[in-house]
């Protein structure tokens, strides 16, 4: 848990421009009256993987609840981290603030670094001055931009000409009944209802994108486990590959969920649904059935063609049944390539597993 000491709202009042101009002053506008929501917490991270995962999940909820586009590298997400080092048992020490953290991977540098500097500087006897401090990703290193003042510095006051705002309970709980389920109770209600593993749960629930497609996919199959198993499988491999934001992906949930009822009803296997699946992200239109009737991918459910391909095998390799007889599972499993060559990849590996052992007791 962390604990939040406030959440609140700054305008941006623009910024003066020195660089650009000899002599003279720029003044840059066009963030001005833009919202800035600062969040603050107490000091209750250990680590940089405990910062970074904090960071990671108020990123996840902000671009959830749609109130952030959640860019790092335009700015419109950034963080600053206060690290402060001490000897166990002890109370934390100076504190100094690294600024404008625009990446998760600059984050945890930035602060590694810190906390190894300010560590040198305490065994070497100096002592730690609160600062501001910027990081160079290019050299991995922190520097200070200026001394920091506490909280009582900053001198605030009432403005006398804005009136108190007082926001009623009742316009919060309005406000909370509009709102979208948020992911981390999304992700305990997968579990719950699904039977979900915990990690894939969390998975689907990084972005509403992804967990809108799971659950149209599961209502058309009822196969959570396998649609699972896909997205975070198959269809985040070609994402990848593709370099492909969730939003953009070619096959939708109800091509997803109608190839994996094909998988479940035993009309094609594993394999073959990834034929298909390529099909399907390749542009083809015609649909599942289509793809897999034009292909010719429909699993062997004749058991008399069958039974007559697995009486074949076991004929042409009496050394595998000798050895599977003797106890060597492994045996069995050469026999089954056997057999699945044989029927061109058609038959039901389940089925196969099944008759072999049958013929073979």
Known sequence: SVRLVRAHLEEDAGKSLHEDFIGQTGIDLNRAGTPLLEIVTEP????????VAYAKEL?????WIGICDGNMQEGSFRCDANVSVRKPGAPLGTRREIKNLNSFKFMQQAIDYEVRWQIERIEDGKAIEQATVLFNPDTGETRAMRTKEDAADYRYFPDP???????????VQEIRAQMAELPRVMADRFVREHGLPE???TQLTQSQAIAAYFQDAVLLCQQPKLVSNWVMGEVS????????EFEKIPVSALQLGELIK????????????????????????????????AKGLKQMNDTGALEKIVDGVIAAN???????KAGN???LNALVGQIMKASQGKANPQQVNELLRQKLA
Not at 237 to 244: F, G, S, T
């Open 329 to 331: 599972e492994k045996a």
């Open 262 to 293: 094909r998988i479940s009803d035993g009309t094609i296997s594993n394999n073959a649904a990834k034929q298909v699946f390529d099909a399907l992200w390749a542009g083809d239109v015609s649909g599942v059935d289509a793809i897999i009737e």
């Open 318 to 324: 009496p050394k595998n049944v000798a050895e599977f």
């Open 59 to 63: 990123h996840k909820i902000v671009t």
């Open 199 to 201: 990690y894939d749960a």
């Open 161 to 171: 000409d804005l009136p108190p705002l007082c926001i009623s309970e009742q316009w």
């Open 44 to 51: 209750d991270m250990r680590s940089s993987a405990e910062a």
């Open 237 to 244: 491999r070609k994402l990848n590959a593709d370099e492909l």
